[in-house]
């Protein structure tokens, strides 16, 4: 008999830990969750969920269908320095979620979509395990809100890339190549984590006519 009514490593165990996680995930975000609070909530031995997943990244992001941690986005952007780091950015982006190919190309960022649509709680999540394990080594600036803002810019400008790409296949964005979309995009994205960005202006402090803005 396994010890403490724990279920055995066995066929169904994995989508258990899965089901759990997911639920887990939903109620109390990515940073509040614990492997062992998972097992727990599986029924069944912490050791089978190192097993299953090497760890909790790796069980959120199958959780979320994305495909690959895109920690190795960063790994990619920090391998390699100088002109260009914009698009390539954009490749290792588009590369999480295209991994399969062929027809299935656009799932894993759909059933994405519409599992942070589904659940608030899905949405806390993903931001705080964008936070955690990417935004914040994309861009490292000396500024608080200067960095922030950067990678709020840079999150911006990747998934509305892939909303046009996977959900609304607008063209050409939905049959270009990686490579493609990444020399249109990839200039933008390197503008925004270079770019000197200018205080927030109040409308009371804005004269007729202006706007505040980011300049590069």
């Known amino acids: 008999m396994t010890p403490g009514g724990r279920r055995p490593g066995r066929q169904g165990t994995r989508a258990a830990i899965l089901e759990a996680a997911r639920a887990s995930f939903a109620e109390d975000g990515y940073e509040r969750v614990s492997l062992r609070a998972i097992a727990r909530r599986a029924g069944v031995d912490p050791a089978l969920v190192h097993h299953y997943f090497s760890g909790k990244p790796a069980l959120f992001v199958?959780?979320?269908?994305?495909?690959?941690?895109?920690?190795?986005?960063?790994?990619?952007?920090?391998?390699?320095?100088?002109?260009?780091?914009?698009?390539?950015?954009?490749?290792?982006?588009?590369?999480?979620?295209?991994?399969r190919g062929g027809e299935d190309r656009n799932a894993p960022y759909v059933n994405l979509v519409q599992a942070v649509a589904a659940s608030p709680h899905a949405a806390d999540g993903l931001r705080e395990f964008l936070t955690e394990r990417v935004w914040a080594k994309v861009v490292v600036d000396e500024d608080p809100a200067d960095g922030k803002l950067r990678r709020a810019l840079v999150s911006a400008q990747l998934f509305g890339v892939a909303w046009n790409r996977y959900l609304l296949r607008l063209e050409p964005f939905a049959s270009a190549t990686i490579d493609e979309v990444a020399t249109w995009v990839g200039p933008g994205i390197e503008a925004a984590m270079r770019a000197t960005l200018s205080a927030p202006t109040s409308e009371a402090e804005m004269s007729p006519g202006t706007t505040s803005r980011v300049v590069g």
């Open 62 to 99: 199958e959780v979320l269908h994305m495909g690959r941690d895109p920690r190795g986005i960063v790994e990619e952007m920090l391998d390699v320095s100088g002109p260009g780091h914009g698009a390539r950015l954009v490749r290792a982006f588009l590369a999480v979620w295209e991994q």
